[in-house]
């Protein structure tokens, strides 16, 4: 028998991961591999519905009738969620003008809080907490984050459980926005 096996074999032990160490690993590679966001066809109508935004202003959904809308269920304790709101922020800011509206809704959050994380983070599109009217409109959110592109028509056209990207909001929202303005001659 060769004389380092006993080496070997203790440095192969000193070298196994404990069973959470394994543990803790796979749950770091699962979320760093997550499955993308599933998207669905939906192109039914939403029922009417409301929230009152942090500043105490109501928003109702028929005010938003002729925008595209995405409504995005999130929580601020939520890594997903956190990772996509600058990609919402920049894919607004870059649509916003040719009728792209965002509300984020927040699914645990008081309004102080939805209004402080907001501010923190520079975020100007509306952010509200979550109500009744809501649920009955986009019916159980079981995960966060999840979102939905309302059209012009208040038709939900598209759910997207999981993370959004820019890509994925441009393949999905610009064919239903007003085309873009025209340079004049």
């Known amino acids: 028998m060769d004389k380092r096996a006993p080496q070997v074999l203790k440095a192969a032990k000193k070298w196994t991961p404990s069973p959470l160490t394994l543990i803790l690993l796979g749950l770091i590679a699962y979320l760093w591999f997550r499955p993308p966001a599933e998207v669905s066809e939906e192109n039914r109508a939403a029922p009417p519905w409301q929230v009152v935004l942090p500043d105490g202003r109501l928003l109702a959904s028929e005010s938003l009738r002729g925008k595209v809308v995405l409504v995005n269920f999130w929580a601020t304790w939520c890594p997903y969620c956190r990772k996509e709101k600058p990609v919402i922020d920049a894919f607004w800011k870059d649509y916003q003008a040719r009728g792209f509206e965002v509300v984020s809704i927040s699914v645990d959050d008081p309004p102080e809080k939805i209004a402080a994380w907001m501010k923190d983070k520079g975020y100007a599109f509306m952010a509200a907490p979550t109500n009744a009217s809501v649920a009955a409109a986009f019916g159980h959110v079981?995960?966060?984050?999840?979102?939905?592109?309302?059209?012009?028509?208040?038709?939900i056209r598209h759910k997207i459980a999981g993370q959004v990207h820019y890509p994925r909001l441009e393949n999905l929202v610009a064919p239903l926005l007003a085309p873009p303005p025209t340079g004049t001659p």
């Open 142 to 155: 079981a995960s966060v984050p999840t979102s939905f592109i309302v059209d012009a028509d208040g038709r």
